[in-house]
């Protein structure tokens, strides 16, 4: 019974972020370079979503790996999605201020600003997982 358990929370964490990565994807590789229009919301969104994707999913696959360190933390095993989503906003951040020494790249406070609300999507998506679907039981047990 826990294995079942255990499969289904993985499945659950890898899915979101499988989802939030063909997201991310969809708009960045298909979507963005094939759209010629001239709506001021759309070419906003399209300049926004690589950056609120992957702060959804990110954090979703740092569950699946915290969840496999079997730390004896209490703060790992009680607040794994805090420290999930703190890494993911770290990296995703700090990738956004090195492309201001990119001259191919482009640095955007609209990235920031959705790359924080893309977290704050994460949490509430924890909020609303069920209890049975948040943690891995251990085997030994």
């Known amino acids: 019974m826990k294995s079942n358990n ?10 979101i972020f499988a989802i939030s ?6 708009v960045s590789y298909y979507i ?24 959804i999913g990110i954090p979703a696959l740092f569950i699946l790996f915290i969840q496999q360190l079997k730390s004896t933390s209490r703060w790992l095993n009680e607040k794994n ?16 201020f090195i492309q201001t020494t990119s001259k191919k790249l482009h640095f955007d406070w609209n990235d920031i600003l959705w790359t924080l609300f893309g977290a704050f999507v994460f949490q509430l998506i924890w909020i609303v997982t069920p209890r049975t679907l948040k943690e891995i039981e251990n085997q030994t047990k």
Do not use: V
């Not at 255990?6 to 899915?15: D, H, I, P, Q």
């Open 32 to 55: 963005r370079p094939n759209y010629s229009g001239e709506n001021t919301s759309i070419n906003y969104f399209l300049g926004i979503a690589p950056n609120f994707f992957p702060a």
């Open 81 to 96: 999605y805090i420290t999930a989503n703190l890494l993911s906003l770290m990296g995703l951040i700090a990738w956004e």
């Open 21 to 26: 990565f063909l997201c991310f994807q969809a």
């Open 6 to 15: 255990n499969n289904k929370t993985t499945l659950y964490w890898f899915s």
